[in-house]
């Protein structure tokens, strides 16, 4: 345990926090920030300390100030040349101060409402078209095709494909919780890989491995697992060999590109939300539909269909002629 989280778990916290250090060791403390991933409470705790820098010493009374909210556009704008970084710092911070509000220790937020450094459009609109994907396909080597091919049918983030298991999978069926809503909605997915033609090729293949209880089944080239920085690395010059090295297409694309099937194959929200467990529409009879397993067979037998049509995605027939020459 760092000294930093050390001092979250001493602090004292029967009496208002006096600075904004207090303010940040009484976030990390609440339940609300209890909630998040770990990869999330890494995030915030990089965030926390360079901005415990470089507001040092400042109050809980100067926060208050009318002229702190420039002070942190200041800070914002020494991220110029890391752009996204400069507008996630802000918006953490922007996490804090509501905090404090709420709390009734803070009069106001300031960060509210703060210009981010970079505006940009929803990826909604970044999908993978099938010309990219063959392109991408041709390029990637086997090792790195199979995490593609689970990434692409199951919608799963890197972080939950690196790390499937086979006791996840049985009879045709993976389930898994993605980590990303483990603390929130804890949604589990039932997913029939069987259905879903090139996906069901990689995981019988890997299936045919005898591996040990908890083992990651998806390995790199060298037979070590991967860790999501190598995984992003090796698939961003997989991309500059296809082509593609300007293209602002990531691997979590892949996750809208299936979303996006899965509603041109004629998928409702609820069956769409089976695969990718994202969230249904509030205040419908849909926002209560469980994730079953038929669900999810209604998804991906359409998905499917739509693959096996003669306008099936390039990408698709592509993954399968490589699964049937290896």
């Known amino acids: ?103 009734g220790w803070l009069r106001d937020n300031p960060a509210r409402g703060m210009i981010p450094l970079r505006r940009r459009a929803s990826r909604a609109d970044d999908v993978w078209g099938p010309e990219e994907l063959e392109a991408l396909l041709a390029a990637a080597p086997p090792h790195l095709r199979d995490v593609i091919t689970v990434g692409l049918y199951t919608g799963l983030r890197e972080c939950d494909v690196i790390r499937i298991t086979a006791e996840q999978c049985d009879q045709g069926w993976l389930t898994i919780q993605p980590q990303k809503t483990r603390r929130s909605s804890g949604i589990t997915l039932h997913l029939p890989y069987h259905l879903i033609k090139p996906l069901a090729a990689v995981f019988v293949r890997l299936l045919a491995v005898r591996w040990r209880s908890g083992e990651p089944m998806l390995r790199r080239q060298d037979g070590l697992r991967w860790t999501e920085r190598e995984l992003r690395r090796q698939f961003t010059a997989a991309k500059v060999a296809a082509g593609l090295g300007d293209s602002p297409l990531r691997f979590h694309d892949l996750r809208g590109t299936l979303t996006t099937w899965l509603l041109e194959a004629g998928c409702t929200d609820a069956e769409e939300g089976s695969i990718t467990g994202g969230a249904l529409a509030k205040g419908s009879k849909r926002s209560y539909a469980a994730r079953t397993r038929e669900l999810a067979v209604n998804a991906f037998t359409k998905l499917a269909t739509k693959l096996a049509s003669p306008a099936a995605a390039a990408g698709a027939a592509s993954l399968m002629a490589a699964e049937e020459d290896e």
């Open 1 to 103: 345990m760092s000294g930093f989280e050390a001092r979250i778990r001493e602090e004292k916290v029967s009496r208002p926090p006096a600075t904004l250090k207090d303010l940040i060791l009484r976030y990390q403390a609440s339940p609300e920030a209890r909630r998040a991933s770990a990869s999330m409470w890494r995030q915030r705790h990089r965030v926390f300390k360079r901005a415990a820098e470089r507001f040092k010493g400042t109050t809980i009374a100067d926060i208050d100030e009318r002229g702190f909210r420039s002070r942190l556009y200041d800070w914002r704008d020494t991220f110029a040349d890391r752009p996204s970084e400069g507008t996630n710092s802000v918006r953490i911070m922007c996490t804090v101060f509501s905090f404090g509000v709420d709390r």
